[in-house]
Nanobody
Framework: QVQLVESGGGLVEPGGSLRLSCAAS????????MGWYRQAPGKQREQVAI???????NYADSVKGRFTISRDNAKNTVYLQMNSLKPEDTAVYFC???????????????WGQGTQVSVSS
């Protein structure tokens, strides 16, 4: 069993910054792509940013230049640095990971429980 635990959400004023963290734990043999997704009230979940094990990244157009995704493979942790936050960034942010769960390389996809980010004055 693998768990993803997010932290770092909260309430921030427009223009402020937050840093989200997501740590994977449990019976795992490695992690391939990790990412952050978000879901605002009444909207579908959308991809925010993803990062491969080798460090290649991809961002949603709405966050390019403001958010930075990074990871620490030794700690099985992915981060999302969010700067210049806007009210429209308000959402529940979810961590996602493709985890190698067996010695022969079987992959399983996992989600974290989500962390609330609220941007308001």
């Amino acid at each position: 069993q693998v768990q993803l635990v997010e932290s770092g959400g909260g309430l921030v004023e427009p223009g402020g910054s937050l840093r989200l963290s997501c740590a994977a734990s449990g019976r795992l043999f490695g992690i391939n792509t990790m990412g952050w997704y978000r879901q605002a009230p009444g909207k579908q979940r959308e991809q925010v940013a993803i990062i491969t094990r080798g460090g290649s990244t991809n961002y949603a157009d709405s966050v390019k230049g403001r958010f930075t995704i990074s990871r620490d493979n030794a700690k099985n942790t992915v981060y999302l640095q969010m700067n210049s936050l806007k009210p429209e960034d308000t959402a529940v942010y979810f961590c996602n990971a493709d985890v190698v769960t067996t010695l022969w390389g079987a992959l399983n996809n996992y989600w974290g429980q989500g962390t609330q980010v609220s941007v308001s004055s």
